[in-house]
C-alpha cells in the first residue's frame, strides 16, 4: 500500500518549526498569518492549520482573539522539562551501549564532526540541524524508538533556537566537545560516564 499523500500545511509546518527552532522566530515573537502566507507562499486555510497544528505540539501558542506567539516557557517550566528530558536519555543509555556496533558508532563519530564543521563553516541553522541529527543517532540506537519521538517532542517544548541553547561561542565548542566524549564514553562501553556526560550536556546549555 502506497503511503498517503502529505499534507501542504503539513509541509508549511515544518518549515515554520525549522525556522523557529533555529531563532528566525524568536521565543514569544507574534506570527501574523498575512506575513506567514508571503513569507512561504502558502494561503491562509493552510497556513492557519499548520499554526494549529504547532500549537498542539507546544511550539507556538495560541491566544484567543489575538493570534499566535512562538511558545515561550517560564524558568521553571524549562528547568522542568530538561529534567525530564535527562531521566529518559539516561534511561536508554544502557540500550544504546549494549546495541552500540564499530559501525554504529562511526556513524555518531561522523554526525559529531558534522557539527563541528557546522561551527566552523555554517549557518546557524546548519549548526542546529547538525545537532540534531548527532542526538537522533545516538538515540536512535535505543530499543524503544517512542523514546526518540519522545525526546524530538519535549526539544520543541523548550527554547530550542540556537540563541537560546548557545548564548557565547565557548558554548558552542563546549558542546561539541561533549558529543566527542559521548562517543569516547560509548566506545569505552563505559555506562556511567556516558550518563553523566548527558546529563551535563542537556542542562549545562540553560547555564551558560
Known amino acids: 500500500m502506497d503511503a498517503p499523500l502529505k499534507k501542504p500545511w503539513m509541509d508549511l509546518a515544518d518549515a515554520i518549526a525549522r525556522d523557529v527552532r533555529s531563532g528566525v522566530f524568536a521565543p514569544g515573537m507574534w ?11 502558502y494561503g ?15 511550539l507556538v501558542q495560541h491566544v484567543p482573539n489575538r493570534g499566535y506567539h512562538v511558545f515561550l516557557p517560564d524558568g521553571d517550566q524549562t528547568a522542568h522539562i530538561l529534567e525530564l528530558r535527562v531521566i529518559l536519555e ?24 558534522q557539527f563541528d564543521e557546522a561551527i566552523l563553516n555554517g549557518t546557524i541553522l546548519d549548526q542546529y540541524e547538525a545537532n540534531l541529527a548527532f542526538h537522533r543517532e545516538l538515540l536512535g540506537l535505543c530499543s524503544n524508538p ?3 519521538s519522545l ?10 533556537a ?10 558552542v565548542e563546549q558542546s561539541s566537545r561533549e558529543h566527542h566524549a559521548m562517543i569516547g564514553a560509548l566506545s569505552d562501553r563505559d555506562v556511567a560516564r556516558l550518563k553523566k556526560i548527558i546529563a551535563l550536556h542537556i542542562r549545562q546549555p540553560q547555564q551558560v
Not at 33 to 41: A, F, H, K, T, V
Open 31 to 41: 506570527l501574523k498569518q498575512i506575513d506567514l502566507e508571503q513569507r512561504y507562499g
Open 44 to 58: 491562509r486555510p493552510d497556513v492557519r492549520r499548520a499554526l494549529d497544528y504547532l500549537a498542539q505540539k507546544r
Open 90 to 113: 539516561m534511561a536508554a543509555v544502557d540500550s544504546i551501549v549494549a546495541r552500540a556496533t564499530p559501525a554504529a558508532i562511526e556513524r555518531i563519530r561522523d554526525r559529531a564532526r
Open 146 to 148: 517512542e523514546l526518540l
Open 151 to 160: 525526546v524530538t517532542e519535549l526539544r520543541g517544548r523548550t527554547s530550542s
Open 162 to 171: 540556537l540563541a537560546g541553547q548557545w548564548s557565547t561561542r565557548a558554548r
